[in-house]
C-alpha cells in the first residue's frame, strides 16, 4: 500500500527527494513518517508528518537539511533532502499509522514501503 521511490547516488552535497505513495486507502489524515536503516545499524526515526494539517518533525541531525510535506490529492509524502552527507547512506523507509499521534517507534507503524536507496558519496 506503500510505494517508495526516488533514492539514488549522489555526492556529499547533493540533494535528493524520496517519496511515498499510497494506494488503497488514504493517509491525509493519518501520521506518515521516514525511517532510515544504514548497514550493520538498527533502523531509526528520521522523521513525521501529522494529519490534515501536515504538522511536521524531523531529528536533530536532518532538520535544518530535510524538510517533509504530502500532497493529499495525490496521496503521497515527501522527504527533501538537501546537503546530504556520506552519514545519511541508507535505506529509507516511509511507513503509515493509523491515527495522529506522534511516535518514533517502528513498531506502532502498521503500513511499511519497501524501501529505497539512498548512496551518498563522499
Known amino acids: 500500500q506503500l510505494q517508495a521511490s526516488g533514492g539514488g547516488l549522489v555526492p556529499a552535497g547533493g540533494s535528493l527527494r524520496l517519496s511515498c505513495a499510497a494506494s488503497g486507502r488514504t493517509f491525509s489524515s493519518s501520521a506518515m513518517a521516514w525511517f532510515r536503516q544504514a548497514p550493520g545499524k538498527e533502523r531509526e526515526f528520521v522523521g513525521i508528518i501529522r494529519g490534515s494539517a501536515g504538522i511536521t518533525y524531523l531529528v536533530d541531525s536532518v532538520k535544518a537539511r530535510f524538510t517533509i510535506s504530502r500532497d493529499n490529492a495525490k496521496n503521497t509524502v515527501y522527504l527533501q533532502m538537501n546537503s546530504l552527507k556520506p552519514e545519511d547512506t541508507a535505506v529509507y523507509y516511509c511507513?503509515?499509522?493509523?491515527?495522529?499521534?506522534?511516535?518514533?517507534?517502528?513498531?506502532?507503524?502498521?503500513?511499511w514501503g519497501q524501501g529505497t536507496q539512498v548512496t551518498v558519496s563522499s
Open positions: 511507513a503509515a499509522k493509523n491515527g495522529v499521534g506522534f511516535t518514533t517507534v517502528a513498531p506502532e507503524y502498521s503500513y
